[in-house]
């Protein structure tokens, strides 16, 4: 089977895209990954079987809506094209589409027509999203044209894939999507890349938190910062790593010299899977400080099972859709937006030893059952069923 994997996304740094890519790639499915790249990257690369197409370079720079929506039609050309030209000469049987945004999924128009069948994985509900991002109100004319975009991009495709059980509630209940076409595959961690190496020292100095993601407000990683603030008087060894990029990058930089905390915050610009696994060993605890309001009461933190999956205690800000997964004994919750929460908590962990040794067995105990290895099996027999390769692969065997 020919596969496309379609997204506005830097494909080496997008966990949920590559699991799906390369687990197909594996079971000897020819893959392709039409993305976007920095500069310095090649156009056309091989990654772990995967052939990745960056057809536009892209920096986390947009500081309105207008200059947002201008970089997303130019990919959305770029991509149609590519996908068109691709389908004479090399046919996809399926073109899987993440969004942001949703509109994505017409630029598979000539593929689909050619018989190409089109999944819309929905990463986010975009009206939430773009609400949260540019404040606008839910009443708002914007908001409703891109509720209006939604429904007609799931109309169009053949299948729909929801990120986590709240979304499929708002999509299927707000949106009428009916529920024979729309199933959820949480962002299960891949424990190929997600696994302790046994590399790090026994020991540390000091201790190091992190936070690996989108630089945007609804993450609370400015929160985060201020927490350190707060609690680097009682544990002046406490260092703070922020791997990411985003519409906040210039933000947490002059609030960390306000605090004057350059010495112990460290903020790095995206880098691949791999090596986000590779310093989450090295890490004491992991912290998803998204703000317990709108938005980041709805966006699950795939940042959680990926600690758990290194061997890492969580100190996570208590929202619905992590309260819907977990619980107490999987993650040291704090009261969301609360800085001096967020402080107490990490002092807990470093005070507490015992309790960030019963996160970390706890946490490894939850993977076992819950990672893509046991997972991936469903999006499989879903790929099959709407390319009707099912049978065929079933014939092949049985020769």
Request: charged share 25%; aromatic share 10%; with cysteine.
């Amino acid at each position: 089977m020919r596969v496309c994997m379609l997204a506005y996304s830097f494909y080496d740094a997008d966990n949920r895209v590559r699991r799906y890519a390369e687990a197909l790639a594996r079971r000897g499915d020819q893959v392709d990954a039409v993305a976007v790249g920095h500069r310095e990257q090649p156009r056309v690369e091989v990654i772990e079987g995967v052939r990745v197409f960056r057809v536009q370079t892209r920096v986390r720079d947009e500081g309105g809506p207008f200059s947002y929506l201008i970089k997303l039609l130019l990919f959305f050309f770029r991509s149609a094209w590519f996908l068109t030209l691709r389908q004479f000469r090399e046919p996809y049987h399926l073109i899987h589409v993440h969004n942001l945004p949703d509109f994505e999924v017409f630029a598979t128009l000539v593929p689909r027509l050619m018989g190409a069948r089109v999944i819309l994985d929905m990463h986010e509900i975009v009206p939430e999203f773009y609400a949260s991002k540019f404040g606008i109100g839910e009443r708002s004319l914007v908001f409703r044209l891109l509720a209006l975009v939604e429904r007609i991009s799931i109309a169009y495709v053949d299948f729909v894939v929801v990120v986590n059980h709240m979304v499929e509630e708002a999509v299927l209940k707000r949106r009428s999507v009916r529920p024979e076409k729309c199933a959820v595959i949480l962002n299960y961690p891949d424990t190929r890349i997600f696994h302790p190496r046994g590399s790090a020292p026994q020991t540390r100095e000091g201790f190091t938190v992190c936070y690996p993601g989108t630089l945007s407000r609804h993450q609370g990683v400015d929160i985060a910062v201020e927490a350190i603030a707060l609690a680097r008087s009682r544990a002046p060894g406490l260092r703070f790593l922020i791997i990411g990029d985003g519409a906040e990058r210039e933000h947490l930089k002059r609030l960390i010299r306000e605090r004057e905390l350059e010495d112990a915050i460290s903020l790095t610009g995206l880098i691949p899977l791999e090596r986000v696994a590779e310093i989450m060993e090295t890490i004491d605890a992991g912290v998803v400080p998204k703000r317990s309001e709108g938005f980041g009461n709805i966006a699950f933190s795939t940042k959680i099972m990926e600690f758990m999956a290194m061997g890492v205690p969580v100190i996570a800000s208590r929202t619905r859709i992590d309260e819907f997964y977990f619980n107490d004994q999987l993650v040291e919750f704090f009261e969301g937006g609360n800085a001096a929460d967020l402080a107490a908590k990490i002092l807990l962990l470093i005070e507490r030893p015992e309790r960030a040794a019963a996160l970390r067995k706890a946490g490894r105990e939850f993977i076992a059952d819950n990672n893509w290895d046991v997972k991936q099996r469903e999006y499989f027999a879903l790929v099959d069923r709407l390319t009707d390769t099912g049978t065929q692969r079933t014939a092949v065997r049985g020769q």
